[in-house]
C-alpha cells in the first residue's frame, strides 16, 4: 500500500506507547475470555492443622476433592486457568456459577461478594517490568469456604506467596495456628504489600525522569512523562477498588469470618489506603512533571528570544548608519572626507558597546 511509505517516519517508541494504549485502555469485561490456552494447570497443596501438614505439589484435579471437609484447613493454589478444571474444582466446592464466570473472566474490576457458603474476592497482583518499565498484572481469585482457601492465578510461574509457604511449614506460626479466615487475610496482606514494591520502582522512575527534565529536558521527556502517566494509570485502576474489597469483608457479617481477625482484615484497610493516597501522589507529581516540562521549553524558547532581541537591536545602528550613508544623493555630510568610512564604521562598533553596557547595567541579559 502507498501508505506504508510513510510508516517509516513513526518511532520504534511510538508504536510501544500506542500498543501499550491500547492495552490499558480497551476493556471490556463482558466479552468473551480470550485467554492463552494453557496445557496444564500447577495446583499446589497445603492441608495442615497446628501439628499437622501434608504439602502436595502437581496432584490432579480429581484429587483435590479429598480435601473437602476433611477436618483440615486446606489451602489449594491453582496456576494456569483451565476452564474445565475451575469448573470441576469449583463443582465439587458447590461454587456459584456466576464466580465460575468472574474467575474464568479477564480484565475485571477488583471485587468482594458474600455468596451462598463463601466469600469471593477478585484483585490484581501486581509487578514491575525493570525491561519495558511497564506495569504487568496478574488477576487473582480467592474462594474462603469452610475451613478451605482456593485460590487461582493466571501464572503459574511468578507470585507473592513464597513466605506465606515458608510460614506454612513452621509448626509454631500463626497460620498453622489460626483458622482460614486468616490464610485469606494472609494472602490479601502479602499482594497489598507487593503494591508497595511496585509503586517505590515507578517513585525511582518518577525522581530519575524529574533529574532529566531539570538538567536536560529534550523532545523525549514529553513521551517518557506519557509513558509513566499510562502506568500510573494501570496502577490507580488496581489499587483504588481493592480498598473497597477489604472493607466489605470487614463489614461482612459472614460465619466463615471470626470475629477477633477483624483486626488483621482492618490492618489490611489501613494499607491499602495508605498506598491509594501515595497513588494520588504519584498521580500529582506527574502532573507537576508536566508543568515542569513544558516551563522549561517556555523558559529556552524566552532565551532564544531575548538572545535574538539583543543581536537585533545591537545591529540596528549599523543599520540605520549603513542605510543612511548608502543612499543615492549628490549632498551626503562627510561623502567625500577622507575619514568618513572609518568615522562610521567607529560609530557601527561604539554605539553597540554601548548598548550592550546598558542592557548589561539594567540586568537585562
Known amino acids: 500500500m502507498a501508505g506504508n511509505h510513510y510508516f517509516k517516519y513513526f518511532s520504534k517508541k511510538g508504536k510501544e506507547s500506542s500498543e501499550r494504549t491500547r492495552d490499558i485502555f480497551v476493556v471490556n469485561p463482558t466479552a468473551a475470555p480470550t485467554r492463552t490456552t494453557e496445557t496444564s494447570s500447577d495446583i499446589h497443596v497445603f492441608d495442615f492443622?497446628?501439628?499437622?501438614?501434608?504439602?502436595?505439589?502437581h496432584p490432579l484435579t480429581e484429587d483435590c476433592y479429598t480435601y473437602k471437609e476433611n477436618g483440615h484447613i486446606t489451602w489449594i493454589n491453582i496456576g494456569g486457568i483451565i476452564k474445565e478444571d475451575v469448573e470441576k474444582i469449583c463443582s465439587h466446592f458447590d461454587i456459584h456459577y456466576l464466580i465460575v464466570e468472574d474467575i474464568l473472566s479477564i480484565n475485571q474490576r477488583p471485587k468482594m461478594d458474600d455468596m451462598d457458603t463463601v466469600l469471593f474476592c477478585?484483585?490484581?497482583?501486581?509487578?514491575?517490568?525493570?525491561?519495558?518499565?511497564?506495569v504487568e498484572t496478574e488477576q487473582i481469585s480467592i474462594l474462603l469456604g469452610k475451613d478451605y482457601v482456593i485460590s487461582f492465578q493466571e501464572d503459574s510461574s511468578r507470585d507473592v506467596f513464597d513466605s506465606i509457604r515458608e510460614k506454612?511449614?513452621?509448626s509454631s506460626s500463626k497460620l498453622r495456628q489460626s483458622g482460614a479466615d486468616y490464610l485469606c487475610y494472609a494472602l490479601l496482606d502479602m499482594i497489598v504489600d507487593h503494591y508497595y514494591i511496585v509503586m517505590e520502582k515507578l517513585g525511582e522512575r518518577i525522581e530519575m525522569l524529574e533529574e532529566e527534565i531539570i538538567r536536560f529536558s529534550n523532545t523525549n521527556s514529553i513521551s517518557d512523562i506519557?509513558?509513566?502517566?499510562?502506568?500510573?494509570?494501570v496502577?490507580?485502576?488496581?489499587?483504588?477498588?481493592?480498598?473497597?474489597?477489604?472493607?466489605?469483608?470487614?463489614?461482612?457479617?459472614?460465619?466463615?469470618?471470626?470475629?477477633?481477625n477483624t483486626k488483621y482484615f482492618k490492618d489490611v484497610y489501613d494499607h491499602i489506603v495508605?498506598?491509594?493516597?501515595?497513588?494520588?501522589?504519584?498521580?500529582?507529581?506527574?502532573?507537576?512533571?508536566?508543568d515542569?516540562?513544558?516551563?522549561?521549553?517556555?523558559?529556552?524558547?524566552?532565551?532564544?528570544?531575548?538572545?535574538?532581541?539583543?543581536?537585533?537591536?545591537?545591529?540596528?545602528?549599523a543599520t540605520v548608519i549603513g542605510g543612511i550613508f548608502g543612499m543615492n544623493f549628490d549632498r551626503i555630510p562627510t561623502l567625500h572626507n577622507e575619514y568618513g568610512f572609518?568615522?562610521?564604521?567607529?560609530?557601527?562598533?561604539?554605539?553597540?558597546?554601548?548598548?550592550?553596557?546598558?542592557f548589561r547595567k539594567r540586568g537585562w541579559f
Do not use: H
Open 49 to 57: 492443622t497446628a501439628n499437622f501438614l501434608n504439602e502436595t505439589e
Open 122 to 134: 477478585l484483585l490484581n497482583m501486581l509487578y514491575f517490568n525493570e525491561t519495558t518499565g511497564a
Open 168 to 170: 506454612l511449614r513452621v
Open 226 to 233: 506519557n509513558s509513566l502517566r499510562k502506568e500510573m494509570i
Open 235 to 260: 496502577l490507580k485502576r488496581n489499587v483504588a477498588p481493592v480498598r473497597e474489597l477489604v472493607n466489605g469483608f470487614i463489614r461482612s457479617d459472614s460465619d466463615l469470618l471470626e470475629e477477633r
Open 274 to 290: 495508605q498506598a491509594n493516597d501515595l497513588a494520588e501522589n504519584y498521580r500529582d507529581m506527574m502532573i507537576n512533571l508536566q
Open 292 to 317: 515542569l516540562y513544558l516551563s522549561n521549553v517556555n523558559l529556552k524558547m524566552n532565551e532564544v528570544m531575548k538572545v535574538m532581541a539583543i543581536v537585533t537591536c545591537l545591529l540596528a545602528p
Open 342 to 358: 572609518f568615522s562610521a564604521v567607529a560609530f557601527m562598533i561604539l554605539i553597540p558597546l554601548w548598548m550592550l553596557f546598558t
